[in-house]
């Protein structure tokens, strides 16, 4: 199967085959993958070479001017370095960009930890107006980035969409609005961001719980988290694929009117000085299956009393 990133490039060319407005800025990464769409618009294909704070200036210069721009790098160039330039030249102007990121968490452990950012949404959290996918499949993330450049539609919104080399084995049908209801149960809620709902169905195999599955993180979806837990009991476990607890705010504010807990499993923030490979990471932050089934367990069996 292919990957995320692999549609990134096809889907994106067609885009600005498709609209005018919409341009592309690089940062070196993925410039070969646009080597034919720069042939055909060379005016609307821009690679700033590795200048990653231009990089955002760049795009939010296009959008000044009322194109669309896609702008892509890692994501801890993409956020993390030019984090100034997000904040100031696109939402201190209020104009708007779709940022693509690659390789977020850990998905490139032989990188270093220069190219991971497990708190690329928790950042963009600073921050207002922002819509943030996460998609879980290659084929969600060729629906998630249509729409969130919106082509021929005069979209002008900040976006995030959140590429990674992890993947379900399936897609769902997103978007990129609604939480998607897996399987409904009496025991809890636990809700499953993207490329961790393979882990979450099979950590919870067997057990009574109603199981979200979220692609589209920002805006929080609290009116289906508030729906899923009115006849399932308030004990709400988060399973992110980035810093853990980055959404437990928005859970907590979703059921401010009801007694609640909320448990957010994630990233730990603790770094891991052993690269390795991305499956070993997973094991290490408790995100492999037999580890969230524990962890998920014993939170809801806490208030059961079992």
Same mark, same amino acid.
Do not use: C
């Given at each position: 199967?292919?990957?995320?990133?692999?549609?990134?490039?096809?889907?994106?060319?067609?885009?600005?085959?498709?609209?005018?407005?919409?341009?592309?800025?690089?940062?070196? #990464?993925?410039?070969?993958?646009?080597?034919?769409?720069? =042939?055909?618009?060379?005016?609307?294909? #821009?690679?700033?070479? #590795?200048?990653?704070?231009?990089?955002?200036? +760049?795009? +939010?210069?296009?959008?000044?001017?009322?194109?669309?721009?896609?702008?892509?790098?890692?994501? !801890?160039?993409?956020?993390?370095?030019?984090?100034?330039?997000?904040?100031?030249?696109?939402?201190?102007?209020?104009?708007?960009?779709?940022?693509?990121?690659?390789?977020?968490?850990?998905?490139?452990?032989?990188?270093?930890?220069?190219?991971?950012?497990?708190?690329?949404?928790?950042?963009?959290?600073?921050?207002?107006?922002?819509?943030?996918?996460?998609?879980?499949?290659?084929?969600? +993330?060729?629906?998630?980035?249509?729409?969130?450049?919106?082509?021929?539609?005069?979209?002008?919104?900040?976006?995030?969409?959140?590429?990674?080399?992890?993947?379900?084995?399936?897609?769902?049908?997103?978007?990129?609005?609604?939480?998607?209801?897996?399987?409904?149960?009496?025991?809890?809620?636990?809700?499953?961001?993207?490329?961790?709902?393979?882990?979450?169905?099979?950590?919870?195999?067997?057990?009574?719980?109603?199981?979200?599955?979220?692609?589209?993180?920002?805006?929080?979806? !609290?009116?289906?988290?508030?729906?899923?837990?009115?006849?399932?009991?308030?004990?709400?476990?988060?399973?992110?694929?980035?810093?853990?607890?980055?959404?437990?705010?928005?859970?907590?504010?979703?059921?401010?009117?009801?007694?609640?807990?909320?448990?957010?499993?994630?990233?730990?923030?603790?770094?891991?000085? =052993?690269?390795?490979?991305?499956?070993?990471?997973?094991? +290490?932050?408790?995100?492999?299956?037999?580890?969230?089934?524990?962890? #998920?367990?014993?939170?809801?069996?806490?208030?059961?009393?079992?």
């Amino acid at each position: 199967m292919d990957t995320m990133r692999d549609r990134f490039a096809p889907v994106v060319s067609r885009l600005l085959d498709e609209d005018p407005r919409v341009a592309v800025v690089l940062a070196e #990464i993925s410039g070969d993958g646009f080597a034919e769409a720069a =042939r055909r618009h060379p005016d609307r294909v #821009i690679n700033v070479g #590795i200048r990653e704070q231009l990089l955002v200036g +760049a795009g +939010a210069g296009l959008a000044l001017t009322g194109m669309r721009p896609v702008v892509h790098t890692f994501a !801890s160039f993409l956020v993390e370095r030019p984090f100034e330039q997000v904040k100031l030249d696109l939402g201190h102007q209020d104009v708007g960009a779709v940022l693509v990121s690659a390789s977020a968490s850990f998905d490139w452990p032989a990188g270093g930890y220069t190219h991971m950012a497990p708190g690329d949404v928790a950042l963009l959290d600073t921050l207002d107006g922002w819509t943030v996918h996460v998609p879980g499949h290659p084929d969600e +993330a060729e629906t998630l980035l249509r729409h969130a450049v919106g082509a021929g539609e005069g979209k002008d919104d900040k976006a995030y969409v959140r590429l990674s080399v992890q993947s379900n084995g399936r897609a769902g049908t997103v978007d990129g609005q609604r939480f998607l209801t897996v399987h409904e149960g009496r025991r809890g809620v636990v809700v499953a961001v993207g490329p961790m709902l393979d882990a979450v169905l099979a950590a919870t195999e067997g057990l009574d719980v109603t199981v979200l599955y979220e692609t589209t993180v920002r805006p929080f979806d !609290s009116a289906a988290l508030h729906r899923a837990t009115e006849s399932k009991g308030t004990d709400v476990v988060l399973v992110e694929p980035y810093l853990a607890g980055t959404s437990t705010p928005a859970a907590n504010d979703a059921l401010g009117d009801v007694p609640h807990r909320v448990l957010g499993l994630g990233v730990g923030r603790r770094e891991l000085r =052993r690269y390795g490979q991305v499956e070993e990471h997973m094991a +290490a932050h408790g995100l492999d299956a037999a580890s969230l089934r524990e962890r #998920i367990d014993g939170f809801l069996g806490a208030r059961l009393g079992v």
